[in-house]
């Protein structure tokens, strides 16, 4: 299942890099990462994994944000907007209380449609 | 030696397929007076952050990223310097002055000048370590040099050059507010990069190579 996932967002969506911190219930995700066809950069704190992500993007390579779903709340996500930064987020949908402002959503292709239009973060819920 | 000095000196030495960014209002305003180009990022050192930023773009190219900031943003931001530091990319260079103080609000001391070995937190953190203290006494032409050996460093390189507190009056820049001409540049084929292989090879895995 979260196999499947990695797979779509990384060959149907081309997301190709990504970067994080790990939280609970997402040793699933962690697990199922796969170098052939995606890379994964350890962070040493959410705002470093957001903004690395956000210079890969800049780059040219769509990128991702593993990130626990409180920790999102407190991320300072100005730069994102203000340069229209689009970044995928993926959080757990467990204890989710996310500020209101964000967009979220537990269908992937949405998510990803709403962040590549708009050209803003998006949180995709795993269910 | 002044900051703006090498400010001027040190960007004079970056080649046109090279991207630099300037964290720091009055870091910004020198570099706009000495260096104005399309592969320069202005940004406000208010903002956290940027050294990953940066790097998360040296990660994604194989154009040399260079930072330019103050040594009052490095003791702010170190965990940032370390993640730069265990990448290992080879593309990424910071340029700190230090200065020991806080320039933007009268000089008032920093603790960084109190660190026992400067380019020792730097070198354990994984970095390569150049300091300048020294070199500008001995070298008439810096920029030719620096550019020299520049042309064949390997990073992640660490620049430490030790600067005084006094100030010019530069006329004031505005910051970044898009950042159109840098994604352009930085996504710009026929710019050709450094002449290495970047260390973690995204565009293979896009490719599907």
Redesign the interface.
Known sequence: MVRKLWKEL?ECF?Y??FTGIPFEGSSDLYSAMDS????Y?P???E???????????????K?GVLLEPLKINRL?MG?NI????PILIITSVKDILLRKGLYRDSSLSKVVAYIEKNKKPGVFLLE | MRRYTGVRVLTQTILDCDLAVYIGKDICKEAYQYRQHDNNLYLSDEEEGLISFALGMAIGTDKRIFVFCEDQYFIRNMSEFMQAGVSKCKNFVVVLFVSGGYTNVSNTPLIFDEVNSQHGILYNMGFMVHNYSNFFKQHKNPIKHIRKFWARIRGPLAVLLPVDNRKKDMPVVELSKNMTATKEFIRNKDITGYSYVPPFSIEELALGV
């Open positions: 990384c081309e190709r890099f052939e066809i995606m890379h950069v962070a040493a704190n705002l470093i994994a957001l903004r690395m992500a956000s210079g890969a993007r800049v780059s040219g390579f990128s300072d730069f203000e340069f229209e930064i």
